[in-house]
């Protein structure tokens, strides 16, 4: 089965609005980044937590270690918010470290 | 100015042909990395270095070459091209392995 299961696969929010992006790991993890890919593809680091949480402006991460999830939350969306939303878990498997991706969240905002 | 460049942005190629994917980070970075994103498979690790040395592959098929011919380059050869090789791949690179990696913009390869 999937390592990373993110959820929802897709959102759509009216701008000003708010919602959470949830990733669950099947897998022994050292920490999670989150990240959004833009509309021309881009690939934009949002956050990188080894535990506990992190906000930057409008978002606020959260990784619990323990119970093996991590989620975005997102609040006063706005349309440039608009994207794919990946979570990635860092995997430090024989000593070399890689990521592993969800599938992804699209995110649509509506104005 | 973007910091990892990344060459061609796009690249068409035919089945059975041969390609090289170009990487450049100008961040002082010892690691780098390769993956690829298609539209069957969600974003995928292909390959780790660090100080120019192989350090984890994930690829099965070594039609996949990677190419570090200066601590900053890590390019990647594709041979014998198939259709379903079609994907973006991103490189990446972080200071260390431990650290988080950031991308590039990625080269939009098509194969017919």
């Known amino acids: 089965g999937d390592q990373v299961e993110q959820s929802p696969s897709a959102l759509s929010l009216h701008e000003g609005t708010g919602s959470a992006l949830r990733c669950n790991f099947t897998?022994?993890?050292?920490?999670v980044q989150w990240f959004q890919q833009n509309s021309r593809g881009s690939l934009i680091n949002l956050f990188y937590?080894?535990?506990g949480t992190k906000e930057n402006g409008r978002l606020k991460s959260t990784f619990n270690s323990k119970e093996s999830y991590s989620t975005l939350h997102i609040r006063d969306a706005q349309l440039e918010d608009s994207g794919t939303y990946f979570c990635?878990?860092?995997?430090?498997?024989?000593?070399?470290?890689?990521?592993?991706f969800g599938k992804g969240t699209q995110l649509i905002i509506q104005p | 100015d973007p910091k990892i460049i990344q060459k061609p942005k796009y690249l068409v190629a035919v089945t059975g042909s041969e390609k090289i994917l170009i990487c450049e980070q100008y961040l002082g970075h010892n690691a780098m990395y390769w993956y690829r994103q298609s539209a069957k498979k969600p974003l995928e690790f292909m390959f780790s270095y660090s100080y120019q040395k192989l350090m984890d592959n994930q690829t099965a098929s070594s039609r996949f070459q990677p190419q570090s011919s200066k601590k900053n380059h890590l390019d990647l050869q594709i041979t014998a091209l198939k259709p379903d090789d079609s994907a973006t791949y991103f490189c990446?690179?972080?200071?260390?392995?431990?650290?988080?990696?950031?991308f590039g913009e990625g080269t939009r390869l098509s194969v017919l």
């Open positions: 990635a878990a860092e995997v430090n498997t024989e000593g070399a470290d890689r990521l592993t």
């Open positions: 990446a690179s972080s200071q260390d392995l431990s650290q988080a990696p950031l």
């Open positions: 897998t022994t993890m050292r920490a």
């Open positions: 937590l080894a535990s």
